[in-house]
C-alpha cells in the first residue's frame, strides 16, 4: 500500500513565523499536492508538482510556495504564516501514469496564533 | 466554470436504512472525471470510485452504489443498508483531462457529513 506520511499531526505557530509542512511518500509516484481543508468550503488545491523541481499553483497559491527537491519529498512553505492560514493541510499523492486515484496523507492541523 | 455542489451538508440515519448522497456538477468540458472520497474521523480522505465522462453506466461495488446522469449532471452515491462504520464525510469531485492525464487537480464538493445511528 501506498503510504504517505505527514510530519505533524498537529502544529501550532505564531503570525508571522515560517512554517513547514513535510510530506513523503513511499510508492515512487510521480505526483503529489498540497490541499487545504476548511470547514464548509471542502478541499482546494493550493500548489501540485508534476516532476522534482517542478511546480504549479493551484487554486489558492497566495501566501504559499513550496519545494520538491527529491521526488518522495514535496515540502509546503507558509513564508510568514497569518491566522487565515488556520487549516487543515492535506498531502496527496498520484501514480502520474494517466489513469489515477490520488492517495492522501492523514492531514496536518495547523493553528496560527 | 467547474465547480461541484453537495446540497447536504449532514445527513444522520440509523443504521440499515438506505442512504443517498447526492452530487451536482458543472464543466464546460466533453471529457472529464469524478470521484467519491471517504473521509473517516481518523482525516485520510479513501477514494471509492472514478468514473470518466463517457461512461455511464451504474457502478456496484457491494453495498455501495453509483447513479451517473449526464442528461442532469449528477452523480449520486447510495448506501444500502448502512452501518455505523459508514459514519464519515463524503466528498465528491471533479477533473478534467489536462495535464498529460492526471486527476490530481481536483475540484472538490464541500462534502456531506453522514452520521449512521446504531
Known amino acids: 500500500d501506498v503510504k504517505v506520511t505527514q510530519s505533524s499531526r498537529y502544529l501550532v505557530k505564531r503570525t508571522g513565523e515560517k512554517v513547514f509542512l513535510e510530506c513523503v511518500q513511499d510508492m515512487d509516484h510521480e505526483n503529489m499536492f498540497w490541499y487545504r481543508q476548511d470547514p464548509g468550503l471542502g478541499l482546494r488545491l493550493i500548489y501540485f508538482?508534476?516532476?522534482?523541481?517542478?511546480?504549479e499553483k493551484g487554486d489558492i497559491p497566495e501566501g504559499y510556495s513550496v519545494s520538491r527537491e527529491k521526488k518522495e519529498r514535496f515540502s509546503l512553505i507558509l513564508e510568514s504564516a497569518s491566522t487565515n492560514q488556520t487549516s487543515m493541510y492535506l498531502c496527496?499523492?498520484?501514480?502520474?501514469?494517466?489513469?489515477?486515484?490520488?492517495?492522501f496523507g492523514s492531514g496536518t492541523q495547523l493553528s496560527v496564533l | 466554470a467547474q465547480k461541484v455542489t453537495q446540497a447536504q451538508t449532514e445527513i444522520s440515519v440509523v443504521e440499515k436504512e438506505d442512504v443517498t448522497l447526492d452530487c451536482v456538477y458543472e464543466t464546460r468540458d466533453t471529457t472529464y472525471y469524478l470521484f467519491w472520497y471517504k473521509q473517516p474521523p481518523s482525516g485520510e480522505l479513501v477514494f471509492l470510485i472514478r468514473r470518466n465522462s463517457f461512461d455511464e453506466q451504474n457502478e456496484i461495488s457491494g453495498r455501495y452504489s453509483w447513479n451517473f446522469q449526464k442528461s442532469t449532471s449528477s452523480f449520486n452515491f447510495t448506501i444500502t443498508a448502512s452501518q455505523v462504520v459508514d459514519s464519515a464525510v463524503y466528498f465528491c469531485a471533479l477533473s478534467e483531462a489536462n495535464y498529460g492525464g492526471s486527476q490530481g487537480n481536483l475540484i472538490f464538493g464541500k462534502g456531506t457529513k453522514l452520521s449512521v445511528k446504531p
Open positions: 508538482s508534476y516532476d522534482v523541481k517542478m511546480k
Open positions: 496527496a499523492t498520484e501514480r502520474g501514469t494517466g489513469d489515477e486515484k490520488l492517495f
